[in-house]
C-alpha cells in the first residue's frame, strides 16, 4: 500500500497498482523490449492501412519503456528501423512519429 497525504493533511491509502494519476505505468521486463520493438515495426509496416491507433498505443508503450529504462540508445535503433519502413503512403505517418521519438524525451507525453 502507498501512503500519501493530500491537501487535507490526512493520511491515504492506496494499493500500489493503484494508478489514478492516468499517467499509464509501464510494466514491461527489458528482455522483452526488443519483441515490443519489432511488434511496432510489424504495425509500422501495415500502415496506413490497418493499425494506426494499435501502432501509435505500441509506439508510446515502446517509447515509455525506452525513456523509463533509461535505454537511450534504443531510442536511435526504433527510430532507423521505423525509417527503414517508410513507403510512399506511410512517410508522412512515420516521419512524424519519428521526429517526435528524437525530439520528446517526457515519458509521460503521447506521440499522436
Known sequence: ?????QSTGKE?????????????????????????VMKVV???KRLPDKGSVMF???????????LF???TDMMSV?????EKEK???NSEILSNCIAQLKDE????????
Open 105 to 112: 524525451r517526457d515519458p509521460t507525453k503521447v506521440i499522436k
Open 12 to 36: 491515504e491509502y492506496s494499493n500500489s497498482y493503484d494508478n489514478k494519476s492516468g499517467t499509464g505505468m509501464v510494466w514491461i521486463k527489458s528482455s522483452t523490449l526488443k519483441q515490443n
Open 42 to 44: 510489424r504495425y509500422a
Open 87 to 89: 513507403t510512399a503512403e
Open 1 to 5: 500500500a502507498v501512503v500519501s497525504t
Open 56 to 66: 501509435l498505443k505500441e509506439l508510446n508503450k515502446v517509447r515509455r519503456s525506452i
Open 69 to 71: 529504462y533509461g535505454f
Open 78 to 82: 526504433l527510430c532507423e528501423l521505423l
